[in-house]
């Protein structure tokens, strides 16, 4: 395919808010003020519409100045709001998005109805997005801007990761943690203004949030959430920019949006650890690795009661089948050998479930007598009792339980 | 033409009022189901499904082809349900924060309304423009007969709706109340707060649908949110607020569709202007928790204090039996204090006879003396009780003396005196006046 040179000043232009976006988008997302930035997107259409009556017509920079100005005031009427009054977080953040969008709405219609120019269209194009009419003196602008965000964020990272994950902390050891907010909060502000000509009012909040809510997924680092969340931005960016270019009529917001949707989609399937995909896989693992180890010690016990061979009238019993879940995975490991309706442990099988059996009864007999241990913290079905409590704790454990003649070694078994 | 006929209107009185009457339902609506999006902190669930019942709408239109309310309304119930799921959803599975999930689910959605507004417009009767903010103006145009009366299209969906909302609110007045306030309790009691939570989202994502016409997805959160608000600062009980919210959101309806009719605005974005000016004049001025009484009882406070620190402090140097031309009168030690204020406390405590100065000095009158007495039993009491109760150490004694002994009353110092066996002095070995 090739680009026209419209185009490409446009995907300049969107990969570069893309990437903006995205990397604040990380600092307002773990300061658990991703929705201030729909606030704030919404509360700049009263000032491009004051700078539009006022200009009296569409000048780029002297319009997103205005956006800034009116934007910085809904983020301050936000805080002061929750702080001196008793409205919530969350309703001020509602108020001033509806109100101040209320109030651009009406200068938009008294634009409308009374402007001698006409040029309603220049605003409209700001309330759901229109990348088409970038052109290059825009696209210096736009950069100019990000190149200054990023570097502010370079600057002050360490102060920015530290406000990020622990305010009180910050506080506490003497850093200005009100200007920092301050200065996060102009960030933000900044970058919405400038995303607003590609992605519109309405719709700039999901640049912020769904790069680096994907991001998230991916990593547990600040530095890698950014980088990944700047080069999700990028390609919702440039995939966007690319589609609403071949379906003119569609507002490109909505289009780019749906882009970085596309995304997280993938993220929320796919990441490693916190994705959907690992998390069931995990979970299927651990259950098989349970029923395995409850299979052994269903063995070992029998075992200890002078029963060696097992067979499906054993297991209807215990597991409520003639064939429980893991017996194949036992047999594979070599621990139980047989088939045909009867089962018998191995020799590797007889010391693995012995294993397994002593660390169950250990920590079934620890949790029962001195369990300070909360007890959904501890999971009986581990082989790790030394590496959690003290050796001499598992030594008295061991003591105790071979008095009571319960403790599984091979000297108690019977023949 | 039955509004003409009964209040004698003209044709244009007539579009007014049929206007004002569709904005009245809108408010109404909306101002009642909001007070609990407030009161249960919920607002922005408010705002996320008022942008995600679009592509439900749209749908709903589409399958329809009509404007129908009853399709679109069972569409939009749906995206609205699926926001308040998926939501929770990504939270709980995902970990991902409520309010980050909330923005990711409902800009998606919106946008795929939007884009299916756009590709499907010849079917989709349906502006982007109007999905944004709405056309009031133009409901009385568009009339239906009903039982022989030609009423705005728009408006019997909207009175359905309406007592809908009103029936919902007074079926489950108790279970919405103990759910808002004490979700613990209510489980305890035997109430579903999960069935309360959907139901309510099921009403919100109705009311928004009912309103989507005359207001917009985004107008209709102020709607939704401001009268509920509004009312939070003027009263503490549910049932006044929730009619102070409908009271507030019928003023914002009649004077924001005035004021727009009068200066050719959009009605909607005029609705929500009087709302936001009705909220911050009630922000600053309500009685009890407005920004100005706030301000002024912080400014009365500080100014109390300042005065009892200058009192404290002259009283001290009469004890120790300094030169009292050396007395700083300005208070010290503690809060920083305003030097605006400094200079009123002691103006008022000369004025008031408290201070008197004599030959440019200033001391303590008769009057003056005793309450500065009071003050410092108030201080030494407290000093000797954090002492013997709370085991500080005695270099720490001062410090939280100093700001406690403006809120011991006499009465108060005296019971904690009698506790403490009545000491003669202070763990500093001064007296206890």
């Known amino acids: 395919m090739t680009l026209e040179y419209n185009t490409l000043i446009v995907l300049v232009g969107t990969v570069a808010l893309g990437m903006t976006a995205g990397i604040v988008g990380c600092l307002a997302l773990l300061r658990r003020r991703a929705l201030l930035g729909d606030a704030l997107s919404h509360a700049t259409l009263p000032g491009i519409c004051l700078a539009f009556i006022l200009l009296g017509q569409r000048d780029f920079p002297f319009l997103l100045g205005g956006a800034l100005v009116t934007g910085l005031l809904g983020v301050t009427t936000v805080a002061v709001l929750t702080r001196w009054t008793r409205i919530k977080e969350d309703t001020a953040t509602g108020l001033v998005l509806s109100l101040f969008f209320g109030v651009g709405i009406t200068l938009s219609s008294y634009i409308q109805n009374h402007s001698t120019t006409g040029a309603q269209a220049g605003i409209d194009s700001f309330i759901l997005g229109k990348t088409a009419g970038m052109v290059l003196g825009d696209l210096y602008f736009i950069g100019g801007t990000a190149i200054a965000v990023l570097l502010v964020i370079v600057l002050f990272y360490k102060e920015l990761k530290l406000l990020s994950f622990d305010s009180a902390f910050a506080a506490v050891e003497g850093w200005p943690v009100l200007r920092l907010d301050l200065l996060f909060l102009l960030l933000l502000t900044v970058t919405t203004v400038i995303g607003l000509p590609a992605v519109g009012v309405v719709l700039m909040v999901a640049l912020l949030v769904i790069p680096a809510a994907a991001a998230r997924l991916w990593t547990q680092r600040l530095g890698t959430m950014m980088a990944l969340s700047a080069l999700f931005g990028a390609i919702t960016g440039a995939v966007g920019t690319l589609l609403s270019t071949s379906y003119p009529n569609l507002p490109a917001g909505p289009v780019i949006v749906l882009a970085a949707a596309g995304i997280f989609v993938v993220s929320v399937l796919a990441a490693p650890h916190r994705g959907v995909i690992a998390r069931t896989l995990s979970l299927r693992q651990m259950r098989r690795r349970r029923e395995r180890r409850k299979l052994l010690v269903f063995f070992f016990e029998r075992r200890e009661q002078g029963q060696s061979i097992l067979d499906t009238g054993d297991f209807e019993k215990a597991f409520g089948g003639p064939q429980p879940r893991g017996l194949s995975d036992v047999m594979r490991d070599g621990w139980v050998s047989g088939g045909e309706g009867s089962w018998e442990l191995t020799e590797q099988g007889l010391d693995r479930a012995m294993e397994v059996t002593r660390a169950h009864r250990l920590w079934v007999h620890y949790l029962l007598t001195e369990a300070e241990i909360d007890r959904d913290l501890v999971d009986p079905d581990t082989d790790t009792i030394e590496a959690i409590l003290p050796a001499e704790v598992v030594a008295r454990l061991q003591r105790e339980l071979r008095a009571d003649g319960r403790f599984p070694e091979r000297s108690a078994l019977p023949c | ?433």
């Open chain 2, 1 to 433: 033409m039955l509004a003409a006929s009964l209040f004698e209107l003209s044709p244009a009185g007539e579009i007014t009022f049929w206007n004002i009457a569709v904005s009245l339902a809108v408010s109404s609506s909306c101002a009642l189901i909001g007070c609990y999006l407030v009161l249960r902190r919920m607002s922005l669930l408010g705002d996320a499904i008022s942008h995600a019942v679009l592509p439900g709408l749209v749908i709903g239109f589409m399958i329809s082809g009509s404007r129908d309310l009853t399709p679109m309304l069972i569409g939009a119930v749906a995206a609205g349900l699926l926001t308040a799921y998926l939501t929770e959803v990504l939270f709980r599975r995902a970990r991902i924060d409520a309010d980050a999930s909330m923005g990711v689910v409902f800009t998606t959605l919106f946008s795929i309304g939007v884009i299916l507004i756009t590709l499907y417009h010849s079917q989709v009767d349906l502006d982007p423009g109007c999905v944004l903010y709405g056309q009031l103006e133009a409901s009385a145009i568009d009339t239906r007969p009903l039982f022989g009366v030609e009423l705005p299209r728009q408006l019997p969906p909207l009175l359905v709706v309406l007592a809908a909302v009103v029936l919902f609110l007074v079926a489950f007045w108790k279970e919405l109340k103990i759910t808002s306030f004490d979700p613990a309790m209510a489980t305890t009691l035997g109430m579903s707060a999960g069935v309360i939570h959907y139901l309510l989202m099921t009403m919100v994502a109705c009311t928004t649908v009912a309103c989507f016409e005359a207001v917009g997805s985004i107008l209709v959160i102020a709607m939704l949110i401001v009268p509920g608000a509004t009312a939070h600062l003027l009263t503490d009980r549910l049932g006044p607020f929730v009619v102070t919210a409908l009271v507030v959101s019928w003023i914002a309806a009649v004077g924001g569709y005035l004021g727009a009719d009068a200066l050719d605005l959009n009605a909607a974005g005029s609705i929500t202007v009087a709302l936001g000016i009705v909220f911050f004049v009630v922000a600053i001025a309500a009685p009890k928790h407005g920004i100005a009484v706030r301000w002024l009882r912080t400014a009365l406070l500080s100014l109390r204090i300042a005065q009892e620190d200058i009192l404290a402090r002259l009283y001290r140097y009469q004890e120790r039996e300094y030169d009292p031309a050396h007395a700083p009168t300005e208070a010290s030690g503690g809060p920083k204090v305003a030097p605006a204020i400094r200079f009123l406390a002691t103006r008022t405590l000369l004025w008031s006879r408290w201070l008197q100065r004599q030959g440019g000095v200033v001391q303590l009158t008769e009057r003056g003396t005793n309450r500065a007495r009071e003050l410092i039993r108030s201080h030494r009491v407290w000093e000797s009780y954090a002492r013997e109760n709370l085991d500080l150490p005695l270099d720490h004694l001062h410090a939280s003396a100093h700001r406690v002994e403006h809120f011991i009353t006499p009465e108060l110092a005296s019971e904690i005196r009698e506790g403490l066996a009545d000491p003669e002095r202070d763990p500093h070995g001064r007296e206890i006046p």
